[in-house]
C-alpha cells in the first residue's frame, strides 16, 4: 500500500460517512483550485483533512518536496534554491508591539513556494548573506495558507536555514532562465531576461485605501524584437542601480505573467530582483529642446540625443538654468534610468560644439507611425478645440483632464493633459496648427493610441 493510500485510509477510517469517491472528488477540487502544477494528490489530501477537521499523519522523512506541503505541517524540513529575498520589514500588531518580517521565494525540481522569516530570524547573518540560486536546507519550519490557500514556509524561533554545499538535482537559475518573447499567462516564479526598451520610470502613489506604494515601470524586449511592459510594485529606488540606460540586458528574478486590458505583462514585487548587466557609465550628450520649471521650482528639460532619443532630464539644481534652447550639452549625471536622467549638485555638465545632434524639426513623427509606451514629436492640425473637465479619482480627489482630437496627413488621435498639464491646452483653437514637443503615447481602455503631456511637454503655434 502507497503512502497516500495508508493516509487516505486514516482519513476514512475517521469520516466513515465519506467514501472514496467523495474524497477524490474533494482532492479534484482542491487541486482545480490552487492551480495546476502547485499540488500533488497527497498534499491536497492534507488540506481536505484540515478542511474537515481530520488529524492524519504521514511516516517521518528526513526531507519533503515543495509539492508535498500542506498547512498544518510541523518540522518540514527541505532542500531547495533560493529564487529571491526581499528586504526586510517592521509592522505593528494590534496591540501596538512590532515585528519584523522578511520574505524569500524557493524552488526546488518540480515547484516553488514563499518562505516567511519572522522576527530575529529574518535578520541573521546567513539570510542577510542569502544570494539568488543558493542551495539551502530548511530545518524544523512549520506550514501555513496563505490568502489565496496555498502553503507558506514559515521560520520561526525553532526554526533554522543551512546554506547546503552538496552537490543537487535542483536546476540552476540560468537553466530556468526564459527570455520574455516566451512567457504565458498565467505563469508565476518566473526567471525572465530581455533588454530593457525605452524609457524607465519612477512613481510613488497612495492607493484605494490610503496607503503610500510606489512602482518601477519599463518595457523588456525579446529575443523576436517585441516589447511587454513590466511593472515591479513597491521596489525601492534605493535597491535599484541608477544607471540603467536603455538597451541594457536585464533578468527578473521572481515575476509572474498577468493579463492585463489584453495585454501581457510582467508583474514582480519587492521581492523581486533586477539584475542588470554590466554598465559602462559615459557622459550623455544631448540638444536642449525645450526648458520648462516645476512647482517645486526644478528645471525640467528635453533633450535629444545623436540617434534621436528623447530625454526627460530633471536638474534639481538649477545648473542648467544658464543655457538656453538648441544648446548642444554634455553632461555625467548623477541618475539614469532609460530616457529620464536626473542632475544635481554633484553632476558634471558643459557646453559643447560641433557635435551632429538633430533639431527639433528633424524629430517629427508622423501619426501613423506613433506607438505606445514611447515618446513623440508631432506637427498636427486641431480638428476638436480642448474641452475641460474634473474626473473623480478612486481616491476621491477631483483633478483636471484636458482633451483635443488632431491630425495630420496619416491619421488622427487624441491629445490628453491631465492635472497642471491640462493648461497647455487652453489656448488652443480648432484649425489651428500645432507643434508638439515630449508627449507620451499609451494605449487607451478600448486599445487606441492616445497622446498624453508631461511636465516636459511644450505646444507652440504654427504661422
Known amino acids: 500500500m502507497t503512502e497516500f493510500d495508508l493516509l487516505l485510509t486514516k482519513l476514512l477510517e475517521q469520516k466513515p460517512e465519506l467514501t472514496k469517491s467523495d474524497v477524490d472528488n474533494m482532492i479534484a477540487q482542491k487541486k482545480e483550485k490552487i492551480g495546476s502544477g502547485y499540488l500533488t494528490d497527497q498534499g491536497a489530501l492534507f488540506l481536505v483533512a484540515s478542511d474537515l477537521g481530520v488529524a492524519i499523519s504521514e511516516s517521518v522523512k528526513s526531507e519533503i518536496s515543495i509539492k508535498d506541503l500542506y498547512a498544518g505541517a510541523r518540522e518540514v524540513t527541505l532542500q531547495t534554491r533560493v529564487l529571491n529575498v526581499s528586504p526586510t520589514k517592521q509592522f505593528s500588531r494590534k496591540d501596538g508591539s512590532q515585528f519584523m518580517l522578511r520574505n524569500m521565494t524557493v524552488y526546488d525540481n518540480e515547484s516553488a513556494v514563499t518562505v516567511k522569516m519572522w522576527d530575529e530570524k529574518a535578520n541573521l547573518p546567513d539570510i542577510v548573506n542569502l544570494k539568488p540560486g543558493n542551495l539551502i536546507k530548511i530545518i524544523k519550519a512549520y506550514v501555513k495558507s496563505d490568502l489565496n490557500g496555498e502553503p507558506t514556509i514559515n521560520i520561526g524561533s525553532g526554526s533554522t ?12 537559475l540560468d537553466s530556468l532562465t526564459k527570455d520574455v518573447s516566451d512567457v504565458k499567462e498565467g505563469e508565476k516564479n518566473l526567471i525572465v531576461s530581455g533588454i530593457i526598451d525605452g524609457n524607465i520610470s519612477y512613481s510613488e502613489f497612495t492607493n484605494v485605501r490610503g496607503q503610500q506604494g510606489n512602482s518601477l515601470r519599463f518595457r523588456l524586449q525579446g529575443k523576436d524584437n517585441r516589447s511587454m511592459r513590466v511593472v515591479l510594485w513597491n521596489k525601492n529606488e534605493s535597491e535599484i542601480p541608477k544607471v540603467i540606460p536603455s538597451q541594457t540586458k536585464a533578468r527578473l528574478l521572481g515575476v509572474k505573467a498577468k493579463l492585463n486590458q489584453q495585454e501581457l505583462e510582467i508583474h514582480g514585487n519587492e521581492s523581486t530582483i533586477l539584475e542588470i548587466a554590466d554598465i559602462k557609465v559615459e557622459p550623455i550628450s544631448f540638444r536642449i529642446l525645450s526648458t520648462s520649471k516645476s512647482e517645486n521650482g526644478n528645471t525640467m528639460v528635453l533633450g535629444v540625443n545623436k540617434e534621436k532619443q528623447l530625454f526627460n532630464i530633471v536638474d534639481t539644481a538649477n545648473i542648467m538654468s544658464s543655457f538656453n534652447q538648441n544648446d548642444m550639452l554634455e553632461c555625467m549625471p548623477s541618475k539614469v534610468y532609460g530616457n529620464n536622467i536626473t542632475i544635481d549638485s554633484d553632476s558634471f555638465i558643459r557646453k559643447i560644439e560641433g557635435e551632429n545632434i538633430p533639431q527639433l524639426s528633424d524629430l517629427r513623427t508622423k501619426i501613423v507611425n506613433v506607438k505606445p509606451d514611447n515618446n513623440y514629436c508631432i506637427e498636427a492640425i486641431i480638428l476638436k478645440a480642448p474641452e475641460r473637465r474634473n474626473v473623480q479619482t478612486k481616491a476621491g480627489e477631483s483633478i483636471s483632464l484636458s482633451e483635443m482630437f488632431v491630425e495630420d496627413d496619416t491619421g488622427q488621435i487624441w491629445i490628453k493633459g491631465w492635472r497642471n498639464q491640462a493648461r497647455l491646452l487652453d ?13 507620451t503615447a499609451k494605449s487607451g481602455l478600448d486599445g487606441r493610441t492616445e497622446l498624453f503631456l508631461t511636465s516636459f511637454s511644450s505646444i507652440k503655434k504654427k504661422n
Not at 161 to 172: L, N, T
Open 161 to 172: 536555514i543551512e546554506i547546503a554545499d552538496a552537490e543537487s538535482s535542483i536546476p540552476s
Open 427 to 439: 489656448e488652443c483653437l480648432i484649425g489651428e496648427i500645432i507643434s508638439v514637443t515630449g508627449v
